[in-house]
């Protein structure tokens, strides 16, 4: 078991910043990989990002390549995303996701086991 607390998001205008944090607690933080994954109104949750357990892996979603990045602390227990250079459309909620599989950096939404509570993430024109 391991309980996800995400932070950080707001709201920014289209062409700031913001870093998301998620804080793990409970089982090993460093025997998941992590993900980050969105939700925006009236849309199906998506994959932004993800990282392996060691942080030697990522991959990202084409639609924020080159302007989000995950990274990962394990003495800290802690996933984060920075995003740059945000547009309207990366308004969403935003969840960390922790995974037990052996796929390292997945997509799959069905591979992630525990889930934060998700952090609204709001972008004005």
């Known amino acids: 078991q391991v309980q996800l607390v995400e932070s950080g998001g707001g709201l920014v205008q289209a062409g700031g910043s913001l870093r998301l944090s998620c804080a793990a607690s409970?089982?090993?933080?460093?025997?998941?990989?992590m993900g980050w994954f969105r939700q925006a109104p009236g849309k199906e949750r998506e994959f932004v990002a993800a990282?392996?357990?060691?942080?030697?892996?990522?991959r990202y979603a084409d639609s924020v390549k080159g302007r989000f990045t995950i990274s990962r602390d394990n003495a800290k227990n802690t996933v984060y995303l920075q995003m740059s250079s945000l547009k309207p459309e990366d308004t969403a909620v935003y969840y960390c996701a922790a995974s037990s599989t052996m796929v390292p950096v997945s997509t799959a939404l069905r591979l992630y086991d525990y889930w934060g509570q998700g952090t609204q993430v709001t972008v004005s024109s």
């Open positions: 990282i392996n357990r060691i942080g030697s892996g990522t």
């Open positions: 409970g089982r090993t933080f460093s025997s998941f990989n």
